[in-house]
């Protein structure tokens, strides 16, 4: 029997030998690589799968590479923002301790301090991540901001920070150092009313006129008895007209006496008898006793002739009305009647009116317009009582002295030095006038009444840099003193002459009645007359109500403590010798108050109006050059760094400068632009923007000129760059008032961005950021793990079928050997 090649049978065998090597070959491969197949064809149907997934990672691998830059570069950037924060906050806390010492080139060294922070705050925002800085906006290759040096000092012809405070100076306080306000002159008025409407009659006196001509031959037929004003009056057969009138004027002299009579009798140019009341109070009254036919021979009838005076006319006043007329403290009052001390006639009335002092009241007596004068500016002017001031032609009841001080802006529209706000004044009777017109100017109107102590005048002004200052004025009474001159002229300086006594009094001492000085003598020195009259002073039941007596220079000086007026009398001979001659015998010398801002109240209205005239010029002075300066160094510093491409620095239009009016635009030649970097008109977050996740971007941008970085560095700049005097008087208050700003202003101010405002804007973007980094750390273990699912094979179950396919393949090896080596006579 013939054996042949392999059959079917052992190509079978070898090609499931072939197959078992091979997926050896596969296993062994899969347990040293752990997956699945090299290729996506050998993953199968999951292959598809298998690409998103990879794909998906690369995406979270690329977000975690842009998270890791970007966590570097916020955590760089909070460290900047906290170096800035920690300056401001250093300049900030170093005030409240500071010192005005000056030290280096006109500064304190909390001045040096704040530019040393400066430094360090200009140092961190040009803070570099990389090649790029983090604080320049859409131009990172650009440093954000200048030196220190260049800041404030300039570069060649680009002015900086100090010459533009200097200018800005120059224009806020003005040529004449009133931070360009304008003090006129004080005006004053006394107080007046005149009538003008009043139809009153004149006073006339009652008459009574006879229609008989008792010229010659005339003479009584009978005689009898004339009744006048009860009266009785005898007349003869015979009489002449010459005897009747003179009997008549016998028998009234006679029943009035001693005083003289009411009416009189006379015979007028025609012969006619006339009976003629004495005044415009009496009135003429022929009795019914008079006989009949004597009346008819005289031409006399039985009744009442009336005067004409106030109470008798139509329109007049009523018995029991009363007008009172009042000119400062000085009043008078009167009562329209016919009684004991009552007024009927406008005679009357001007003599009781005359009475009345600090100026004149007067009754037209042609028609009864009353006219009241103030003889000064020191008392104001009231009508009063029951009768209507219009029947003396009065459309008004009361006038004011007026007392005015005003202060007006020297220019309309300006925009420099002090801007004018409000008035107050709590002054009794004193008128405020609020700003108004063009320039806007107020004025305060003390009217005719003294301050009393402690009363206070308000002026409320705005200021360049937006805060406002109230200058308050106080009204102090002050001593009052009374100096002699020329006095003790006698040879060896003594009294002479025959003194008699003087009194001195004020309203204080001695219950505001005079005290009567005796027991000088012609040999008295002034210290002897001094203490003469202390000692009587000093003896006072009550004291001396704080006024003393002293000899300075061998003159004789009265003093008020209390600042009441010290008046002098007595013998005029005597107070000529003590050097008080006529018109220097009441107190007029008003010592100046100690305290700032107060003003001395005056003997009169016109000398305290003076008064608070000067203070007001000497106090907006002061506090022009103090306060105002601080703000006009604050404001020039807001302009310096509000700048950017829209909106240029702003520079005083001048020179000059003191009498300048509007600011200019600076240009990139004449003035220094501190910040270098990008300044567009998008927001500073949205200059820089990274992609963390698919959906989420975060911004991080920064420029150097936001609000927050502006405001400490414009502040802390200001208190660095300002320089003081030591010859300067107002230095100190200038420098308080620059420190008290500046700490204002790096406090944390309602509606202002913050640095910290800043830094939360960041922290959000780090907070976002680490969120994704943790998504994204969770999301690539979750991928991870599913392709290992799919790509991956379990170690345990490759090794048992490693172990199982050599098994099975070792055996059938076996059998093909066996088999290969059969032959016929093996088998057989």
Do not use: C
Request: negative net charge; without cysteine.
């Amino acid at each position: 029997m013939a054996i042949t090649g392999l059959g079917s049978q052992s190509l079978l065998q070898v090609e499931r030998l072939i197959s078992m090597r091979r997926q050896l070959d596969d296993l062994q491969r899969q347990l040293g690589t752990q997956k699945r197949s090299n290729t996506y064809a050998g993953i199968g149907l999951d292959r598809g799968l298998t690409v998103g997934l990879r794909t998906k990672l690369s995406s979270v691998s690329s977000y975690n590479g842009s998270i890791q830059q970007l966590e570097t570069r916020l955590k760089l950037s909070q460290m900047a923002l906290t170096d800035i924060d920690a300056a401001a906050r250093t300049v900030k806390t170093s005030i409240p301790k500071a010192t005005y010492v000056l030290s280096q080139n006109g500064r304190t060294q909390d001045q040096v301090t704040a530019q040393g922070q400066l430094d360090r705050m200009l140092g961190a925002l040009n803070t570099q991540f990389g090649d790029q800085f983090i604080f320049s906006g859409l131009s990172p290759d650009k440093a954000a901001v200048e030196t220190t040096d260049h800041i404030l000092n300039g570069v060649g012809p680009r002015a900086g920070l100090i010459q533009l405070i200097t200018e800005r100076n120059q224009a806020d306080l003005g040529a004449a150092g009133l931070g360009r306000l304008v003090i006129p002159a004080t005006t004053s008025t006394s107080a007046s009313l005149t009538g003008t409407t009043a139809t009153l009659a004149p006073d006339a006196a009652a008459v009574t006129t006879g229609t008989a001509d008792l010229s010659a031959p005339f003479t009584s037929a009978a005689g009898g008895t004339l009744d006048i004003g009860g009266v009785s009056v005898t007349i003869n057969a015979g009489d002449d007209g010459a005897t009747i009138r003179d009997a008549i004027n016998t028998a009234l002299i006679a029943a009035a006496a001693p005083a003289a009579p009411s009416v009189t009798a006379s015979l007028d140019g025609a012969n006619h008898l006339v009976l003629t009341g004495a005044d415009a109070d009496a009135s003429v009254t022929i009795g019914a006793g008079s006989t009949a036919g004597l009346l008819t021979e005289l031409g006399l009838s039985v009744g009442t002739a009336a005067p004409t005076n106030l109470l008798t006319q139509a329109g007049g006043v009523t018995a029991g009305q009363t007008l009172s007329v009042a000119i400062g403290t000085s009043a008078v009052t009167v009562t329209f009647g016919t009684g004991v001390g009552q007024v009927s006639t406008i005679a009357e009335l001007n003599t009781a009116l005359s009475a009345i002092t600090g100026g004149t009241a007067v009754v037209d007596p042609a028609n009864g317009n009353l006219t009241v004068t103030a003889s000064s500016s020191t008392g104001d002017i009231t009508i009063g009582g029951t009768v209507a001031a219009a029947k003396f032609g009065l459309a008004t009841t009361s006038s004011k002295a007026t007392n005015v001080v005003s202060i007006g802006e020297d220019v309309a529209g300006s925009v420099f030095g002090f801007k004018l706000l409000s008035m107050a004044t709590t002054i009794p009777g004193a008128t405020a006038t609020q700003p108004a017109g063009a320039p806007p100017a107020m004025s305060v109107d003390i009217g005719g009444t003294l301050p009393r102590d402690g009363d206070t005048v308000t002026f409320s002004f705005s200021l360049p840099d937006g805060t406002t200052e109230n200058l308050v004025l106080t009204a102090v009474s002050t001593p009052k003193s009374l100096v002699g001159t020329g006095g003790f002229a006698a040879p060896g300086h003594i009294l002479g002459g025959t003194p008699g006594a003087i009194t001195i009094q004020t309203p204080l001492m001695n219950g505001g009645a005079a005290v009567t000085i005796s027991g000088l003598n012609a040999s008295d020195s002034p210290s002897t007359a001094a203490t003469k009259i202390m000692a009587a002073l000093n003896s006072l039941p009550a004291g001396n109500g704080g006024v003393s007596v002293t000899n300075e220079g061998g003159q004789l000086v009265f003093k008020s403590a209390a600042g009441e007026q010290i008046t002098l009398g007595g013998d005029s001979a005597t107070l000529d010798s003590l050097g008080f001659t006529a018109g220097n015998r009441v107190g007029n010398v008003v010592d100046p108050p100690k305290e700032k801002n107060q003003f001395a109240i005056g003997v009169t209205e016109a000398e305290t109006l003076a008064n608070l005239h000067t203070l007001l010029n000497t106090s907006v002075g002061t506090l022009a050059k103090t306060s105002l300066m601080a703000a006009s160094a604050v404001q020039a510093s807001n302009e310096f760094f509000n700048a950017g491409d829209a909106t240029p620095p702003q520079r005083v239009d001048g020179p000059p400068f003191d009498t300048a009016v509007a600011l200019k635009n600076g240009t990139t030649t004449d003035t220094l632009a501190w910040y270098t970097g990008e300044a567009g008109a998008t927001s500073a977050r949205s200059t820089s923007v990274a992609r963390i996740d698919s959906e989420i971007s975060v911004a991080y941008g920064m420029r150097a000129n936001e609000q927050a970085f502006r405001v400490a560095i414009a502040n802390t700049a200001a208190m660095a760059a300002v320089t003081f005097s030591s010859s300067d008087v107002n230095g100190e208050g200038r420098f308080s008032a620059l420190m008290s700003r500046v700490q204002s202003n790096l406090g944390n101010q309602q509606g202002v961005q913050k640095i910290s405002d800043i830094t939360a804007d960041l922290g959000a973007s780090q907070k976002a950021v680490q969120t994704a980094k943790d998504r994204h750390t969770q999301t690539t273990a979750a991928l991870t793990d599913m392709l290992e699912n799919i790509e991956g094979v379990p170690m345990e179950e490759s090794s048992a079928m490693i172990l199982a396919l050599q098994t099975s393949l070792q055996a059938s090896l076996q059998t093909t050997a066996l088999l290969s080596k059969l032959n016929l006579v093996n088998y057989l």
